[in-house]
């Protein structure tokens, strides 16, 4: 999938790597996408209501080797 910027928040436990993700997504435009890299269990439930919450897209996670990958859409 193309990404318009990408942020490594492997290591970081809850609440970071959603405090990363908002901060990056505050750099992009509208319809950009940001690719999430994280190693925290707890990241998938978090990104799935960060994106309920903030009205941007969760457009795919997955999971690999215990990293986990999403794209999110800035709306």
Same mark, same amino acid.
């Given at each position: ?20 993700? +908002?901060?990056?997504?505050? /750099? !992009? ?7 999430? =890299?994280? %190693?925290?269990?707890?990241?998938? @439930? ?5 994106? +309920?919450?903030?009205?941007? /897209? !969760? ?7 215990? =990293?986990? %990958?999403?794209?999110?859409?800035? @709306?």
């Amino acid at each position: 999938m193309n990404f318009d910027k990408e942020l490594d928040a492997k290591g970081l436990n809850c609440p970071l790597p959603i405090l990363r993700c +908002k901060k990056s997504l505050a /750099e !992009l435009t509208t319809g950009q996408v940001l690719k999430i =890299v994280a %190693t925290d269990p707890g990241a998938v @439930k978090d990104f799935q209501a960060f994106s +309920k919450q903030t009205g941007n /897209e !969760l457009l795919s996670s997955a999971e690999a080797g215990g =990293v986990f %990958t999403f794209f999110m859409q800035k @709306k």
